[in-house]
């Protein structure tokens, strides 16, 4: 495989061998002076802030040797299996198959005796159900003992191909009735089984897709196999008509992004809302947020770090290539890129990476949010999904050389790509839907809802040329940045910019899709671009293939989908309203809730795409657009409900009782004979604002009990979008409004400030 980096930082160097974390030339010094004053303790890295500890020194850290450690790797399997079952393993592994039930019993001991060593005692089929996160059912290792007593620790081939989990308690939408319980798992080879250890001991995980007693899928693991064979197919259909007969299969490679946030614990608990929505839904703005841009790319500060660093030993672990980590741009907000992997190692990791930031931020006393919204005013989570094709034999589809208008295999490529981003572009913004990203997309802070894609000055050039001449002679090559200090190199010009308001940017060697949200699984989004993507490739190959001159064909063909598709191309700024009018003239979908892009779906062209290779069927599309309509429904449900319950118990009471404590004061300035202007005007202006919240408050309770009575799923979301939400900004207003007019001390929950500047 090519490699190069996927993450906001991208570099030519080699991954470094050893990398090893020494203790800092601060810490030495101080340590020495505690020798020579014979000083017991000194301030050092401490868990908790509150506290002096006796200083902690860095321990000396080799990554390469606890990289991987809880992961049943290839090496793993070629030390512990004899060579002809490594070999079998290895041939399934890449080019698919089955394993014989012979062969599965010789991997499941092995793995078994290797997950023992390593202190498991329980097995579980690791999946990814609808619900967006994981799920697990743990199996120990122990059967019955012995006549002796002895207990035998057992793990068949059967146990580890397969699983049998209850399928009726997952959402289905309506693929399995109630009492329909059974449902399968089916180990995913292509993903190394790994070590989970926490509070219920070591338990080996084995990635595995999920499926319903008649076939069905029941999760996102499964499409995403299934679309990544389809894309495979296609592209190397491709890159054979171009001479490549040694690449027997080509590989879509991920490298998602995640943002997150960090919250100190405590304060969260006195939060309902975090605790049951995973955003805040009352909160007035802080003194200060992100216009100073101080926090993006800052110093981490130390209690930050070290979770930081935590968290890269635990994902180094289990096999996560975590390369890059910063300070995003809102205050608390952070970020964490991994080199690029196979889409669904990627998937799984990225599943890895979410749960385990919640795992360590719990230790260092703080919460994880990847909520796309937790507070509103400031910048949201994405999870910039980066995409690129290889073949196995080292080819990037997506790398345009030096002179991409003389590369026609990455013109083909590229062509293909508009034309399927062009003509799914609704399915592409469905597939970046969730309750939370309706918060972030279209609001300045991140891609508009609107799908473009951004290719630079280079490319940009390249294509005009292609449809207004027929020929590309040229392109525009990047140049030097002179520093104007002596002591500074001159600095390598790249021919194209970045475009952050991009939804969909080329980045030198990859497409990033930057509307994804931090919260969602990153399989739906991969899933479409494989299959949109795989039904392009299909449609050029069928006319090449059979073309008398494939120099001419495969001309006409680019220059034909470029003039047909440069519609979606954009280079501008994608957050003005400019760009808003000019995608309307353009005829580009402009899909602004989640709710409007579940319908997708199932439209006919959805239907005919994936349906043509076998991704999903009709039942399945039709399953998961009622799961999303009823997943909208039941989020903001609990949202209102965490309103209502907050505005009755919480805020309402506290301000009530503020208002006697000032109309006490009124009272007692007016009986000393005082002015009480100032006093009366606060009192009033608060109960206005009381009665408004209250008022607010019944008519949110209202639409809830309206709502209660809509059965139809697609009826009931979009009452919820365009009638609860409303109702909920309703009330949010009165409350946001009265944190500013009511004594900090009296306040309820901790503030926007509190929340994140206090961490």
């Avoid at 608990?269 to 790319?297: S, V």
């Avoid at 208008?405 to 799914?424: G, P, R, S």
């Avoid at 799923?713 to 609860?724: Q, S, T």
Wanted: proline letters at 4%.
């Amino acid at each position: 495989m090519c490699q190069y980096l996927f993450g906001e930082v991208t570099s030519n160097e080699q991954t470094t061998s050893k990398l090893v974390v020494q203790e800092s030339l601060v810490e030495t010094i101080l340590r020495m002076e505690v020798l020579n004053s014979q000083h017991g303790i000194v301030a050092g890295s401490m868990e908790n802030s509150k506290n002096k500890e006796e200083t902690k020194m860095s321990e000396v850290l080799n990554v390469e040797e606890i990289f991987g450690s809880k992961v049943f790797t290839l090496g793993k399997m070629r030390e512990r299996l004899p060579k002809s079952v490594y070999k079998e393993v290895k041939k399934i592994i890449d080019h698919g198959g089955e394993l014989s039930l012979a062969t599965a019993d010789v991997v499941a001991k092995a793995m078994k005796d290797w997950a023992i060593e390593n202190g498991a005692t329980h097995y579980t089929h690791w999946f990814q159900p609808l619900t967006g996160i994981t799920a697990e059912k743990h199996d120990a290792f122990v059967t019955h003992p012995d006549e002796y007593g002895k207990m035998i620790m057992e793990f068949s081939g059967k146990e580890l191909i397969k699983g049998e989990p209850d399928a009726s308690s997952f959402p289905s939408g309506g693929l399995r009735a109630t009492f329909e319980a059974r449902g399968y798992t089916a180990w995913d080879i292509t993903s190394p089984a790994f070590l989970k250890e926490d509070a219920t001991g070591v338990i080996l995980c084995i990635p595995t897709a999920f499926c319903s007693y008649k076939g069905e899928a029941l999760d996102k693991k499964t499409p995403l196999l299934r679309s990544m064979e389809a894309v495979s197919t296609q592209a190397l259909r491709i890159v054979r008509l171009f001479g490549n007969t040694e690449a027997t299969k080509v590989v879509a490679s991920v490298g998602p992004e995640q943002e997150y946030f960090l919250v100190d614990r405590d304060k969260y608990l006195k939060r309902e809302d975090l605790i049951f929505a995973g955003r805040t839904l009352f909160g007035a703005p802080a003194p200060k947020g992100q216009e100073l841009e101080d926090h993006y790319f800052g110093t981490i500060r130390e209690r930050i770090g070290s979770f930081m660093k935590d968290l890269n030993i635990e994902l180094w672990k289990l096999g996560v290539t975590a390369k890059t980590q910063h300070n995003e741009v809102a205050p608390a907000q952070h970020e964490l890129a991994p080199i690029y992997e196979t889409a669904n190692i990627a998937v799984d990791h990225n599943q890895l990476v979410m749960e385990t930031m919640k795992k360590v931020a719990g230790r260092h006393g703080m919460t994880c949010l990847l909520h796309e919204k937790p507070f509103a005013g400031v910048n949201g989570s994405g999870k910039h999904n980066n995409w690129s094709l290889g073949t196995d034999n080292g080819v990037n589809l997506l790398d345009p050389g030096d002179t991409p208008n003389e590369n026609i295999q990455f013109l083909l490529v590229l062509a293909c790509i508009l034309k399927a981003v062009d003509t799914h572009a609704d399915l592409l913004r469905q597939s970046a839907s969730d309750v939370g990203n309706d918060h972030r997309l279209g609001a300045n802070e991140a891609p508009p809802a609107i799908i473009s894609v951004f290719l630079g000055e280079q490319l940009e050039d390249v294509v005009k040329q292609l449809v207004e001449t027929g020929d590309a002679t040229h392109s525009i090559q990047g140049g030097k940045l002179l520093t104007g200090v002596s002591t500074l190199p001159d600095l390598d010009k790249d021919a194209t910019d970045r475009n952050r308001t991009s939804p969909f940017a080329f980045t030198g060697n990859k497409f990033e899709f930057r509307m994804v949200g931090s919260a969602d699984s990153i399989a739906s989004p991969n899933t479409t671009l494989n299959a949109i993507v795989a039904e392009a490739f299909c449609e050029a190959a069928d006319l090449l293939e059979k073309a008398d001159d494939f120099d001419i064909a495969v001309h006409d063909l680019i220059k034909k989908y470029l003039t047909e598709h440069q519609r979606i191309i954009f280079n501008g700024n994608g957050y003005s309203e400019e760009w808003v009018e000019e995608a309307a003239r353009r005829g580009l979908p402009n899909i602004k809730s989640m709710v409007e892009a579940s319908e997708t779906l199932t439209t006919e062209k959805s239907i005919k795409l994936f349906e043509k290779f076998g991704i999903f069927t009709k039942a399945e599309l039709e399953s998961r657009e009622e799961v999303l309509y009823e997943t909208y429904s039941k989020t903001i449900n609990i949202e209102a409900l965490t309103m209502v319950d907050m505005a009755k118990k919480q805020y309402i009471p506290a301000v009530m009782e503020y208002t006697k404590t000032l109309a006490d004061t009124v009272l007692a300035v007016k009986s000393a004979g005082a002015d009480a202007t100032v006093q009366t005007t606060a009192l009033k202006s608060i109960s206005e604002k009381l009665a408004e919240a209250q008022a607010a408050e019944t008519s949110l309770e209202d639409k809830l009990a309206e709502a209660a009575g809509i059965e139809d799923p697609k009826k009931l979301a979009f009452f919820y979008k365009d009638v609860v939400h409303t109702a909920m900004d309703d009330l949010r207003a009165p409350v946001d409004a009265l944190e500013m007019m009511v004594d900090k001390k009296v306040w309820p929950v901790p503030t926007y400030g509190d929340l994140i500047f206090e961490v």
